[in-house]
């Protein structure tokens, strides 16, 4: 099972809302993902946690904060986005990270797309 | 991590061999080469990796040139299902967790 969940599939929320994605994964990988993905772009990696502590964000506004709770789950919390934040948000898994290659591949969830308004 | 540039379409009839090109000309000793897909609307899909020999899996085959700075992906018997993005990634240990996609090769197999 390479299964990565993403909850919800779809989400609308206004700029001043709070809302929360959520992603599962039970493939015992050690290493969780955010990706936000505009409009016929490629991925673009967020943030990343291994062993559930954060170790990369890539200059991420603060209104984006990810959160992990334990090493199946991972959250994205959303506060006072702006409509340019509107995006397919993907979540992806990895066993591991480092130099062994196969560790390194990412299973991806089917992602949440965002709309602000 | 290397640049990758790939054409930014093509085109394959089904049923046949779909190829698909990369460059990869400053990529070094230690750097590996992932494919991933993506399908329209939904996550991107890891396909295959390799480092210098070629890859063969049960969805597609990696060759990569001898001096490592070109491979293609080869997809034997290509189906109206594999109409996706196909990203080339290069990838080695200083990389730590990144996946750095560019804009891909999207692939349209007719019928």
């Known amino acids: 099972d390479t299964e990565v969940t993403q909850t919800p599939k779809h989400l609308v929320m206004g700029m001043t809302n709070k809302k929360s994605l959520k992603c599962e994964q039970h493939?015992?990988?050690?290493?969780m993902y955010w990706y936000k993905q505009k409009a016929k772009k490629p991925p673009e990696l967020m943030f990343v946690?291994?062993?559930?502590?954060?170790?990369i964000n890539e200059s991420v506004p603060s209104r984006f904060s990810p959160e992990c709770p334990n090493s199946s789950l991972l959250n994205l919390h959303l506060h006072a986005l702006q409509p340019e934040d509107s995006a397919l948000y993907l979540c992806?898994?990895?066993?591991?990270?480092?130099?062994?290659?196969?560790?390194?591949?990412?299973?991806f969830g089917a992602g949440t797309r965002l709309s602000v308004l | 991590d290397a640049k990758t540039t790939q054409p930014p379409s093509m085109d394959c009839a089904e049923g046949r061999a779909a190829n698909l090109p990369c460059n990869h000309s400053?990529?070094?000793?230690?750097?590996?080469v992932y494919w991933y897909r993506q399908i329209h609307s939904q996550g991107p899909q890891y396909i295959i990796h390799g480092l210098k020999n070629n890859e063969t899996n049960e969805m597609a085959s990696l060759i990569i040139t001898e001096d490592r700075k070109s491979s293609t992906l080869i997809l034997p018997h290509a189906t109206l299902r594999d109409t996706a993005v196909y990203y080339c990634?290069?990838?080695?240990?200083?990389?730590?967790?990144?996946?750095?996609f560019g804009e891909g090769t999207q692939l349209t197999v007719n019928p």
């Open positions: 946690y291994s062993y559930e502590k954060l170790s």
């Open positions: 992806a898994s990895s066993q591991g990270q480092g130099v062994i290659a196969a560790k390194n591949i990412q299973y």
């Open positions: 990634i290069v990838r080695g240990e200083t990389s730590g967790s990144r996946l750095t």
């Open positions: 400053t990529i070094s000793g230690n750097e590996y």
């Open positions: 493939m015992g990988h050690r290493a």
